[in-house]
T-cell receptor, first 113, second 115 residues
Framework: QKEVEQDPGPLSVPEGAIVSLNCTYS??????FMWYRQYSRKGPELLMY????GNKEDGRFTAQVDKSSKYISLFIRDSQPSDSATYLC?????????????FGKGTLLTVNP | DAGVTQSPTHLIKTRGQQVTLRCSPI?????VSWYQQVLGQGPQFIFQ???????GRGNFPDRFSARQFPNYSSELNVNALLLGDSALYLC??????????????FGPGTRLLVL
């Protein structure tokens, strides 16, 4: 079993839809949870960062972490064609000396005008 | 502020050759990490360096090596290239404190093709 599981999609939605992206994980030591957006042939761009459980909102994006279920989500409201990209979840056990990020495979999202 | 920069952007090599990839972190960041991203997969951790010392190593063969310089820039070296080394190589920088809320910022990557 991989440490981080993410449905690779692809996911195709109409413009304006609410998008839900999810990851599950098996390592209970993970405390830091991130979502990155990666456009084709580019480096990952940090979208959301969450420590431990709870919700975090930033504009149209909401990140949720449920450590008891080992499940994290990213919601995108009022999705736009410019949101079309691969979304990667990433996790870390520590923000300090052992700062290795473990990524999911990524979910390819297409928002159709 | 400039973000993480990497060079070259693209590279084509043949099997058995050696390659050196370069990375400059965000100004003020002292830690650099390297990741390999094979097409269709998430990035895989290769190395982390802080203050010129290796602080973490992923599950990669000894053909992969890296170093960090006094100005915190870094090089990743891969010897005896294999076809399977074809990937996007990503560099990430962080300020590497022990405080909560710090994370890694990625560069655009170097795309390596091994023929």
């Amino acid at each position: 079993q991989k440490e981080v599981e993410q449905d690779p999609g692809p996911l195709s939605v109409p413009e304006g839809a609410i998008v839900s992206l999810n990851c599950t994980y098996s390592n209970s030591a993970f405390q830091y949870f991130m979502w990155y957006r990666q456009y084709s042939r580019k480096g990952p761009e940090l979208l959301m960062y969450t420590y431990s459980s709870g919700n975090k909102e930033d504009g149209r994006f909401t990140a949720q972490v449920d450590k008891s279920s080992k499940y994290i989500s990213l919601f995108i409201r009022d999705s736009q064609p410019s949101d079309s990209a691969t979304y990667l979840c990433a996790m870390s056990a520590s923000g300090g000396s052992n700062y290795k990020l473990t990524f999911g495979k990524g979910t390819l999202l297409t928002v159709n005008p | 502020d400039a973000g993480v920069t990497q060079s070259p952007t693209h590279l084509i090599k043949t099997r058995g050759q050696q390659v050196t990839l370069r990375c400059s972190p965000i100004s003020g960041h002292k830690s650099v990490s390297w990741y390999q991203q094979v097409l269709g997969q998430g990035p895989q951790f290769i190395f982390q360096y802080y203050e010129k010392e290796e602080r973490g190593r992923g599950n990669f063969p000894d053909r992969f090596s890296a170093r960090q310089f006094p100005n915190y820039s870094s090089e990743l070296n891969v010897n005896a290239l294999l076809l399977g080394d074809s990937a996007l190589y990503l560099c990430a920088s962080s300020s590497f404190g022990a405080r909560k809320g710090e994370t890694q910022y990625f560069g655009p990557g170097t795309r390596l093709l091994v023929l």
